[in-house]
């Protein structure tokens, strides 16, 4: 009996010096983490491409504590206003301590997924609020998540899209529109563009589909339209245009002159 | 006469129980006074640590108050089976503290803007596990205390 009470005082004694020195350690090695700058954010690439805007944040991150980092998950939350737009979720693999992690951050979402959840968006410049949250364990027993919410620009990649003249030549019963906008995405936009205009009554008058490839800045996209029934070319009407298969605006055109 | 002898007798008797606890309870006392000090102290030093969680004061006093009151009955209930009971008690209450306070292993700290939590349920594990086999050892040394004969 006296010799397993002995040994159990012993074990008691051990699990107190490990449960003692493991966080002193741990806050140790994510001190000396936080005093080396482990880690470093390089600047953001944006890109489009198939429908689909790609965001990418490299970071390195150098693990200068004593024991490895892993389940390394970072997600990030984009809301405009009350609306969620896309929850992006990273996982990284683990870093053993003297190692190093060059990657990147990459988060992609798709036109028609933006157009579903806010459209608005595509046209106008938001403020898009992130929630970013980033788990990591370290020596694989103690979790850390930190959550911060930050604020970005968006920029709009058809800003103030509009059909701003229209001009009708009867004797070719030709319809010439100019679409224009802003690119103010970080990167340049390509794909088909097809504008539909429809006459009061909303009656389609003709569509015509351009490829185009929009750098960022001030676009302008003429369209020629052959309008199959002229008589029934009003003075104003509606257009629709429409990218990659999107519905991007809505709006009114008038026949200028 | 007979009946002045037993009075006299009872009262020698509880003088000599008085002149055996007042001294343990003394000591008790003294020895909690210090222990409580020395907590006191390390809340001090680390308890600005905790000062982002809300709940952390509340928290402390409960630990404070709860290990002082074991401190005291195991030290005044020394030499007896009492003190075992109070082991197993403490271990016991121990084990429920730290699922309370630590909520489960998983503390939420707000600094400002950044939300941190830490999650450390394998070593709350740990320490539950601790605390179960003090509990074992404190049983253990209850038994071997009532086995003990007063030649021992």
């Known amino acids: 009996m006296r010799q397993t009470i002995r040994v159990l005082s012993w074990i008691i004694k051990l699990f107190w010096i490990i449960i003692l020195v493991l966080p002193i350690t741990v806050s140790f090695s994510?001190?000396?983490?936080?005093?080396?700058?482990?880690?470093?954010?390089?600047e953001p690439t944006a890109s489009f491409s198939n429908g689909t805007f790609h965001l990418s944040f490299p970071f390195h991150f150098n693990n200068t504590g004593f024991y490895d980092v892993s389940d390394i998950n970072v997600t990030i939350t984009a809301m405009h206003g009350e609306k969620k737009l896309a929850t992006f979720s990273n996982v990284f693999p683990k870093v053993a301590p003297g190692t190093t992690l060059?990657?990147?951050?990459?988060?992609?979402?798709?036109?028609?997924r933006?157009?579903?959840?806010?459209?608005?968006?595509?046209?106008n410049d938001a403020e898009i609020n992130t929630e970013v949250s980033a788990f990591f364990r370290v020596a694989y027993i103690l979790g850390f998540k930190a959550s911060l919410n930050v604020t970005m620009p968006w920029g709009a990649p058809f800003y103030n899209l509009s059909v701003s003249e229209v001009q009708y030549n009867p004797q070719n019963q030709l319809l010439l529109a100019i679409v224009s906008?802003?690119?103010?995405?970080k990167s340049q936009i390509g794909g088909t563009m097809?504008?539909?205009?429809?006459?009061?009554?909303?009656?389609?008058?003709?569509?015509?589909?351009?490829?185009?490839?929009?750098?960022?800045?001030?676009?302008i996209v003429s369209f020629e339209i052959t309008v199959a029934d002229p008589p029934k070319v009003t003075k104003e009407g509606f257009f629709r245009i429409v990218f990659e298969n999107v519905l991007i605006s809505e709006g009114v055109w008038e026949i200028v002159g | 006469m007979g009946e002045l002898g037993d009075l006299e007798a009872k009262e020698n008797r509880l003088k000599r129980r008085l002149r055996e606890i007042l001294p343990r309870v003394l000591k008790a006392l003294i020895i909690t006074i210090l222990e409580g000090l020395l907590l006191f102290f390390v809340w001090i030093f680390v308890g600005g640590l905790f000062g982002a969680y809300y709940e952390a004061g509340t928290l402390f006093t409960i630990f404070f108050w709860g290990m002082l009151f074991f401190i005291f009955t195991i030290r005044v209930s020394e030499g007896t089976i009492f003190k075992y009971g109070f082991v197993v008690a403490r271990a016991l209450f121990l084990i429920i503290y730290l699922i309370y306070a630590t909520q489960?292993?998983?503390?939420t700290l707000d600094f400002a803007e950044l939300h941190l939590t830490v999650e450390f349920v394998p070593l709350l594990g740990l320490m539950v596990f601790i605390n179960?086999?003090?509990?074992?050892?404190?049983?253990?040394?209850?038994?071997?205390?009532?086995?003990?004969?007063?030649q021992d």
Not at chain 1, 181 to 185: A, V
Not at chain 1, 194 to 219: F, T
């Open chain 2, 132 to 150: 179960v086999l003090d509990m074992m050892r404190g049983v253990l040394q209850a038994i071997e205390f009532t086995s003990m004969s007063p």
């Open chain 1, 102 to 112: 060059d990657t990147s951050y990459n988060a992609s979402i798709t036109l028609e």
């Open chain 1, 181 to 185: 906008f802003e690119n103010h995405f």
């Open chain 1, 30 to 42: 994510l001190t000396k983490l936080l005093e080396a700058r482990a880690i470093e954010l390089k």
């Open chain 2, 104 to 107: 489960g292993g998983v503390l």
């Open chain 1, 114 to 123: 933006i157009a579903q959840e806010d459209r608005e968006i595509l046209t």
């Open chain 1, 194 to 219: 097809l504008l539909e205009l429809y006459n009061s009554q909303n009656e389609s008058l003709g569509s015509k589909a351009e490829l185009i490839v929009a750098a960022p800045g001030l676009q």
